[in-house]
């Protein structure tokens, strides 16, 4: 006996009394810094000038604002890859050593296991509260992990008189080198740079 094959149904179509929701594409622009390095962002972003100058150039940093915005922040959001793929984050106090976002962690922390495994890392930066007034910076590459305790004690000192410069300096270097026994110094080495300032849009969408 010959089966046909059956005919593919088409799916049901939505019920009118109800809505249909349809989340909005995120428009972010990109940003090399340092200058070297830089990236694309996402296709297809729709022009808000009748001069063809796209969203995402409008909201894009300047390198010197990039720079800026990354000493002037407190706190770093830290994503890695775990075993299984999935992405985990962590938000940490961080320095800038070199150009570069430097960071020391408990070395059997999730986050170095993960980098020990694969080095790929992803950092944001960021701040604002309502659509007209966010700012961010992320940061994709590679970490550098230094577990020597001579290599932790300067990122170490870096991170407390950064952000707590309240601290008197013979505290610092003494508690730096405590925090080195136990800790890992990471470098983020950057391979794309995306920044967005919605205050560039001057209040518009």
């Known amino acids: 006996m010959i089966r046909r ?6 799916p049901a179509s939505p019920r009118r009394d109800v809505p249909v929701f349809r989340a909005p ?9 340092p200058p070297s390095v830089r990236g ?13 100058t796209s969203r995402r150039e409008l909201i894009r940093m300047t390198d010197d604002e990039v720079a800026a915005f ?7 959001q830290v994503g890695t890859i775990e075993r299984d793929g999935s992405i ?20 059997r922390s999730q986050k170095i296991v993960n980098l020990e495994r694969d080095d790929r890392i992803t950092v ?14 992320m940061i994709r590459g590679r970490a550098i992990l230094r577990s020597d305790q001579a ?3 300067p990122v170490a000192e870096a991170v407390i008189r950064r952000n707590q410069p309240e601290v008197p300096e013979d505290y610092v270097a003494a508690a730096a080198v405590q925090m080195a026994v136990k800790r890992t110094a990471v470098e983020v080495v950057p ?13 518009t969408y």
């Not at 694309?40 to 001069?51: D, G, H, K, Q, V």
């Not at 391979?191 to 209040?203: F, P, Q, Y």
């Open 5 to 10: 094959p059956r005919a593919r149904e088409r």
């Open 25 to 33: 594409r995120p428009s972010l622009g990109d940003q090399g810094w």
């Open 40 to 52: 694309s962002t996402a296709p297809n972003e729709e022009s808000i000038e009748p001069m063809g």
């Open 70 to 76: 990354v000493g002037a922040r407190l706190s770093l």
């Open 88 to 107: 985990h984050l962590s938000t940490l106090w961080y320095a800038v050593i070199g150009g570069n976002v430097v960071f020391e962690t408990y070395s």
């Open 124 to 137: 944001l930066l960021e701040d604002g509260t309502t659509y007209e007034t966010l700012r961010g910076v």
């Open 151 to 153: 290599d932790v004690v």
């Open 191 to 203: 391979e794309k740079v995306v920044s967005w300032d919605h205050t560039k849009l001057g209040g």
